[in-house]
């Protein structure tokens, strides 16, 4: 029983609810208690709305997880579909006084080519145990096979030709139709690797008839030329729309009966991938000017009839259609009687047209070196034809000229037009094309700088500075500070003194002595006062206005009232015993004084 | 002695400098550029020589397999190597594989490591020929590489190796002034070279915070759309070897911006950043 039932009649479970607001309490008490009171039945399942589109269209995958709604279920391999999730919901029944929910998730699959396809189990993990759905197969038919009249919307994409030689033009022609509504179409960039692109023109929208049925038709047109010999492949174009549909819905409102309801469905549109198998060009003869095409060379002059020291502009022009960007100046036969300036080439390149045509024109201005009658011979032009495979001579029509005596003047001397002075031009480029590679093995040899090997270099100066700065600074101290010198040098002396104590003299009683004055010696260095001249009683005054613990003050009293009752034999201390005495108590001095 | 507030500021500098990383030469954005081509040469390119790779990397390029050129040139980079003419051999297989994109983005990385290479600035401008987008490729106005000559004109090596010497000037100079503290010369000396250093510096900072990289754009045609994601408008077309400032950088998406300010996204798989 779904629980819009118990709703209308107010009880669930044996419970009789009367009033709205009872029935609202009931409702937050069930929804309070929904993690308790959940279905443990869990599974997944996955289902597809048809089991046979084509290629154009996308199919709708459905994954719906009981049980749980946290888990997230893992998709088999899908290799042959772009995979687009369209979201998810949630979905809560009660059934048989039990609330069960479960998870819808929405994928859209868009086919990449016909076949059948098994599509394997969509699994999710719950409660560390997997659940599997059944698998099932799809078959995806190519658009061809669906009749071109039943399909609404199709691209296709062609070429003019399939074998071209290396340069010679092709053109591409894209094509979308339709008949429907579409909305957010998007054309991915096409990759034309191995073809120097032309658009041609803009993107054609027109209509156009295919078997009886009227199409919308969008038209883009390129013009491509193959760089190199060898198979080449134009890949398949994608395009993708949003087709308006109106669905009904049941148990919607009356108006979605009456409206229907308006939804959007994604479309992936391909065409087929066009292979390409570029010629190689047949050996080129000597002065094969690169064009592939149809070409057609003209050449004129401004005026035919002048007298010396007047031009006149010879233009040569090459037009016609392939590839028109490799139009280079031909190369004009030796003028000995004229002495020429060049001009600036003009041209253009027109893209709007069914194929890529345009035209260069070369000036060059003439000037006559001497009366007669010279002849601009023939401006040869060599290009390749593809419809007629061979390799084809366009030349210019010889012009005759005539030239004059100049006016008033005496004829030129040859030797007066050729002078350095005169005529001078700038030099002209005539083609450019990359430098060349570097072959030097230089250019492997320097890998790259690393920050740290900058820290270290930036680090290890300044780090001597501070050693020397320190240095320094404790060198002006000592030698302005005597005290300081005494203080820092104590423990040095007294080590020498000890070693003598020691080793030194065999008398008790001098062995006392020495002790006593290397031990005086010792605190008045620490003190800054004349140790030696120090009572035991002055010591013990110093030391404890140093900060020295009693107990030690009071071992440093004893040590030098038995050293000095040594010297007269009252007692006698052995050698050892006064080394390691001394040096215990001078260690423990040195902390507590320096402290 | 040496004012000690110049002294912090010397002993702070390469502590930011190898903070920042600003002394180490810029990073490509994908370390080395992809080979168009990645599958078993018909060279011998098992060399594990960066020498040996760079030989034969010219020897394909001789015989017009610029693919396989293209392979054994970013072997050669991925092997550590950092010289603007080996990027510029690069560019030259690239544009005559016709890969615009690719040709102009190793142009560029090369002229950041040699700035001063007029063939590598001469094929960089033929290729920049060929792109179709008239768009002024991003870089200094004379004016301002004029004033900061010696920014524009030395790589980051460059700059790195004179930050160096005029660290270790620095110093030498503040030891001589703890044996010479009342010495005018050397207290002048030493404020002229702190200037040096602070400048050498701060350039070597400023390449990493303010020089924003470039994009360029690698098939013939892109779409810039308003946003990052693909049902946003397409606002403008881009073409294959158009050169533009990267604004902001995300997951998949890279903001440009056109010379007269307008901005766009683009995906970032179709784009090679030079840093």
Known sequence: MRISEHRRR??????????????????????????????????????????????????????????????????????DFDVRSRGQSTQMSFVNGQLSSSVKYDFVLSPKRPGTFSIGPVTVEIDQEIYSSKPFTVRIVGASQATRDSQDLFITAKVSTTNPFVGQEVIYVWRFYRRIRIGDARLEPQDFSGFLAEDLGEVREYRSTVNGVQYLVSEIRKSLFPQEAGPVVIPASRLTCEVLTRSRRRGGTIFDEFFGTSATDTKVLRSRQIELEVRTLPASPRGFSGLVGEFEINGEVSQAELRVGESTTLRTTVRG?????????????????????DDKPTGAIKRDGARLTGFKTYSRALVPLEVGEPVIPPVKLIYFDPNGESYRTAETAAIPLRVGP???????????????TTGKVAVRILADDLLPIYKGLDAVRHRRVRSWTVAFGLVVPALVFIGTFLVQRRRNRFALDHDLRRRHRATKRFRAGLKQVVSGPVDDSQRAQLASRVLREYIGDKLGVEGT??????????????????????????????????????????????????????????????? | MVPKRILILAFALPLLIVSTGGAQPPEQSSEVPEPTILGPSALDLAASDPAERFVAANKAYDEGQYAEAIDAYSQVVAAGIEDGRLYYNLGNAYLRNGELGRALSSYRRGRIVRPRDQDLLANQSFARGSAQDAIEPPGPSALVSTL???????????????????????????????????????????????????STGGSLLARRWLSPPVAVVLPQEIDAFTGPNLDSVVRFKLHAGTELRVRERREDWIRVTLPNGQQGWAQSQWIDVVD
């Open chain 1, 321 to 341: 259609s392939g590839n028109v960007q490799m139009i280079g100046e031909p190369k004009l036969p030796e003028l000995p009687a004229f002495k020429t300036y």
């Open chain 2, 148 to 198: 900061l000559f010696w920014y524009y004109a030395l790589s980051p090596s460059e700059l790195a190796l004179l930050l160096l010497g005029v660290n270790l000037l620095f110093w030498a100079v503040a030891v001589a002034r703890i044996f010479r503290p009342v010495s005018e010369a050397l207290r002048w000396c030493s404020m002229l070279i702190f200037v040096l250093l602070i």
């Open chain 1, 533 to 595: 001249a120090l009572t035991p009683e002055e010591v013990d005054q110093r030391l404890r206005e140093k900060g020295v613990t009693d107990d030690l003050v009071k071992e440093t009293h004893e040590l030098l009232v038995r050293l000095e009752a040594s010297q007269y034999g009252a007692t006698v201390i052995e050698a050892d015993l006064l080394s390691e005495q001394l040096g215990s108590l001078v260690s423990r001095l040195e902390k507590q004084v320096r402290a």
């Open chain 1, 406 to 420: 100049r006016q008033g003047v005496e004829t030129l001397h040859l030797t007066e037009a050729i002078t350095p």
């Open chain 1, 10 to 79: 107010g009880r669930i479970d044996g419970l009789h609810v009367d009033s709205a607001l009872g029935r609202l309490a009931l409702w937050l008490l069930l929804l309070a208690f929904v993690p308790s009171t959940l279905a443990r039945a869990q599974s997944v399942t996955a289902t597809i709305d048809r089991p046979e589109v084509s290629v154009q269209d996308p199919l709708h995958l459905t994954v719906t997880v009981e049980g749980s709604r946290s888990a997230r279920p893992q998709l088999p391999d899908l290799s």
